[in-house]
């Protein structure tokens, strides 16, 4: 089930943003929880954040964030993670299924979002639930722990072409 991500949510979005294994793929350098919270509270005030829940209980995560005016046809799709506790059982396609299903239904016609080429196991299952390779930026994001930049591909998937 996916549902927006409440106030009451801020220890599983922030175990998830901060995970070591999660968060070098996500927007925000790690940072103590006093330090996260005007983060997080924004996000949720925005209703952008959503929860993926197996059983009712949280086990994912995603950012929808819509266009706007001659764009208001697209979203953006940021901060998607699967808890590494829960990870090898299919969450991220099921999750990802579920969140393309929903933009749908929320009139959508088009899906954005950047990965790290690096990241060749998120770009597969994107690929397999039908996102296509669109472009490539260059030292797109900067990994401050790592001292680097990396690439980002450009993916999206449009309702006409699936």
Same mark, same amino acid.
């Given at each position: 089930m996916?549902?927006?991500?409440?106030l %009451?949510?801020? /220890?599983?979005? !922030?175990g998830?943003?901060?995970?070591p294994?999660?968060?070098?793929?996500?927007? &925000? *350098?790690?940072?103590?929880?006093?330090?996260?919270?005007?983060?997080f509270?924004a996000?949720?005030?925005?209703g952008?954040? &959503?929860?993926?829940?197996v /059983?009712?209980?949280?086990?994912? #995560? $995603?950012?929808?964030?819509?266009?706007?005016?001659r764009? $208001?046809?697209?979203? &953006?799709?940021g901060?998607?993670?699967?808890?590494?506790?829960? +990870?090898?059982?299919? !969450?991220?396609?099921?999750m990802?299924?579920k969140?393309i /299903? !929903?933009?749908?239904? #929320?009139?959508?016609l088009?899906?954005?979002? $950047?990965?790290? =080429? %690096?990241?060749?196991?998120? =770009? %597969?299952? !994107?690929?397999?639930?039908?996102?296509?390779?669109? +472009?490539?930026f260059k030292?797109? %994001?900067?990994?401050?722990s *790592?001292? =680097?930049?990396? /690439?980002?591909?450009f993916?999206?998937?449009?309702?006409?072409?699936n």
């Open positions: 996916i549902r927006k991500g409440t %009451s949510d801020f /220890d599983f979005f !922030y998830l943003y901060m995970h294994q999660v968060n070098p793929y996500l927007l &925000y *350098e790690m940072m103590d929880e006093p330090t996260f919270r005007p983060i509270e996000l949720t005030q925005q952008v954040l &959503y929860v993926f829940e /059983d009712g209980k949280p086990v994912g #995560m $995603s950012k929808l964030v819509p266009m706007q005016h764009n $208001s046809h697209i979203v &953006y799709l901060g998607v993670a699967i808890d590494p506790a829960a +990870g090898g059982k299919g !969450y991220g396609a099921i990802l299924q969140v /299903d !929903y933009a749908v239904t #929320m009139g959508f088009r899906i954005e979002l $950047s990965v790290a =080429i %690096s990241n060749k196991r998120a =770009i %597969s299952l !994107y690929q397999k639930l039908g996102f296509v390779q669109e +472009g490539l030292k797109f %994001s900067y990994l401050k *790592e001292n =680097i930049y990396l /690439d980002e591909i993916m999206a998937w449009i309702k006409d072409e």
